[in-house]
């Protein structure tokens, strides 16, 4: 029933906030299976995937908050479901996936560290090719130039470089 979904669901933030992950990691999936709804449907999400994280289990962590981004677009656990997604997808050494939730999240600081320090120009290419649509696009091939030029790629660095958009502005 969902009112004892309600309840495993009050129950499971209790025990996460007591540090009882494992407990809290099952009561959550129960509210889930009785069909928990709205509000509480994303509480019982947070409270499994919070819970899945600090258990080390990053790919089940990543999948719930995954799903709770999806379902919950514009909800207030969502910025915070999208810093979970970057934590567990750098714990796992998928930096590609960090920074799409760093960009997604508009955190500069952590996309320019990912992408002057953390990713190979290679990685970083990589990356680009993949997300065309991205905002960020010619930002982070003019990073990736820079990073080719530090390397003395000049070649590379050019063709980069060229495919940076610029507007052009009339003073």
Known sequence: STDGGAFALRVAQTNLEMGEDESARALASRALASGVSGNERAAALWVRGVAEYKLKQ????????ESLIKEFPNGDLTE?????????????????AALEQYLALDYTDDAAYFVDV??????????VERHQDSPARDVLLYSLGVRLMREHRF???????SRVRT???TF
């Open 58 to 65: 990053l790919a089940a962590s990543r999948r719930t908050f």
């Open 80 to 96: 915070g479901a999208r810093r979970y997604v970057a934590m567990a997808a750098e714990d796992a050494g998928d930096l590609e």
């Open 118 to 127: 953390l990713m190979t120009p290679e990685q970083l290419a990589s990356f």
């Open 155 to 161: 070649n590379e660095a050019r063709a980069a470089y």
């Open 167 to 169: 507007n052009e502005q």
